[in-house]
């Protein structure tokens, strides 16, 4: 990092003798006007840093939310010392690190306050200087959980906790995160249980010491907690251990059937039978079946962070919004955690990520999510299918591909950093994901073509992932790396297969996958089953395909989608759809409408409220409903059942 500063002199020189247009001209040079000049941050150094850091913090005071923390570092010589908040959160992929909700930070030495002050050009940074004689700082601060979700995601309410180590510490910068030694306690709530992948060392009542690890390792490894738990072994008598932690809203969520925990167990199975390697001596899901606990999907190495709906269990057969979501968030265990696109790989939490293969990182664990979700049963076949025709249709209607090739989504972290989008199908999203997705299908597709079926994308998988059986530590890989192992597998020019995928403009999505698979995209008159369920469930109605929008509960238009009949009649989300064809709105009098439309003599009219404004809207769309649906390719072999087909090995 370069400052400029100038001397006292040649700066009054230049308040005399410089006009206001000129002096903004210079403007970049002017020191900021704090009680010291701000000193450099250091390089991180792959060095030792000397003593642990305990870090208590005191999660029991449920009612307001707050956590509060008391840090204790070591320090082994006087003078300037920055100390970091974490900002690039790893599985965030982005400069999200939630400052603003660190509050009271108060630091002393020796009994004696030591005054910090933040850095003006990195505010994640707080300088300070250790006073002589000092051997440690006690920092004390608050972790300021949101109280409403409309202050951001909320990790504490009467009946569970999530602790999450990145929002509630500082750490001296100038060192890599692997080489600082951090020691976490927590005082939780009278009575309450909690799973992370910590291992205790000592307990004391509600007082619960954990073993010291590095810094990586404590922020890759938060805590759920609760008064209402429960922990199934996935894997009795297997090689190492794997649970899921369940924390609840209520009790009665907890009550899974002995089918429910035998799948749960097949998905811990057919993970083995895809890798086999493990890349962890334990591994902890961790099951928040909540309303009031900010959602949540979130990969470590050795645990993971989901969040489901209280009903998970108890209303099995109608709630599949979170069924592939424990299968995704495992598999980056191997992909993501284990192996990491190497420009992931930096040296603390405020070094810069860059997320150019995100289309691996994500998009291959978002097919193997599915994969595996529908071979362990937590989809039957039929709904992965299903499932597979929405995200199809979705992509192959994404039309911001026009402008926006998907590479370019991997940016989308750091620049939208998720915030909510008006125009999502022309902007763009994270759309490597499930366009990542498709493009992986392509891939296992060709393998299989190529090979006549001897060779698939599980032979990659096992190559790539699944070697060095017990290494825990970080294997970074190149683009380089991928096209090799694909190469491995089968001989092809894979640079150029995967680059014209995500670089293109389309029209349209990568379906030729789809199509290998044996299997074509098609529309009807009726959404499949798994789409009714799945948007009955999430209170969805979909008209996107026929008048290009969706509606929520109270008829609010939730997406227009670009270019359809609704955009060129000047719809927008957010308004209200008041009256269809004159009478009250709802969603069956809209598809009912749009039915009627088929006749080109018919118009489907609505009366929509924009704000305090009221307008009549006349659609030209005569097509009548489409839903998303795949159907077979007569006389072509069938390799997505295959894809989908539980392994025996």
Known sequence: ??????????????????????????????????????????????????????????????????????????????????????????????????VAQLAGVEITANGQRVEWVRDTLSPFAYHLTVPAGATELVVKLQHLSPTTGAQGRITMTPEMLNIQWEKMLLYPAGHWSRNITVQPTVKFPAGWQFGTALE??????????????NLEVLIDSPVFAGVHYRQIDLDPGGRSRVVANFVADEAKSLEATDDQIQILRNLVTQMDRLYGARHFDHYDFLVAMTDKLGGIGLEHHRSSENSVDPAFFTGWDTHLGDRDLLSHEMNHSWDGKWRRPADQYVPNFNSPLQNSLLWVYEGQTQYYGQVIAARSGLLTKEQAIDSLALTAATYDNRVGREWRAMQDTTNDPIISQRQPKGWLSWQRDEDYYSEGQLIWLDVDTTIREKTGGRKSLDDFARAFYGVQDGDYSPAPYTFEDVVAALNGVVANDWASFLRTRLDGHGPGAPLDGLARGGWKLTYAETPN?????????????????????????SNNIRSVQWDSPAFKAGLATGMEILAVNGSAANADRLAAAITAAKDPAVPVTLIVKDGDQYKTVVLDYHDGLRYPRLERIAGTPDRLSDILTPRRR
């Open 1 to 98: 990092m370069i400052r400029t500063r100038l001397s006292a002199a040649g700066l009054a020189l230049l308040l005399v003798s410089t006009a206001p247009a000129a002096m903004a001209q210079v403007a970049s040079t002017y020191a900021p006007a704090l009680p010291a000049p701000q000193p450099a941050i250091p390089a991180p150094r792959d060095v030792a840093y000397p003593g642990v850091i305990q870090l208590d913090v005191d999660a029991t005071n449920l009612a307001q939310h707050i956590f509060d923390v008391t840090e204790t570092i070591p320090v082994s010589q006087s003078g300037p010392l920055t100390l970091f908040f974490p900002e690039w959160l790893p599985g965030n992929h982005g400069p999200v690190g939630p």
């Open 200 to 213: 205790p060392e000592t307990k004391d009542g509600d007082l619960q010491t954990f073993k010291p690890v």
């Open 529 to 553: 089953a798994y789409q009714k369920t799945l948007y009955g469930e999430l209170k969805r109605n979909d008209f996107t395909y026929s008048l290009g929008i969706q509606t929520g509960e």
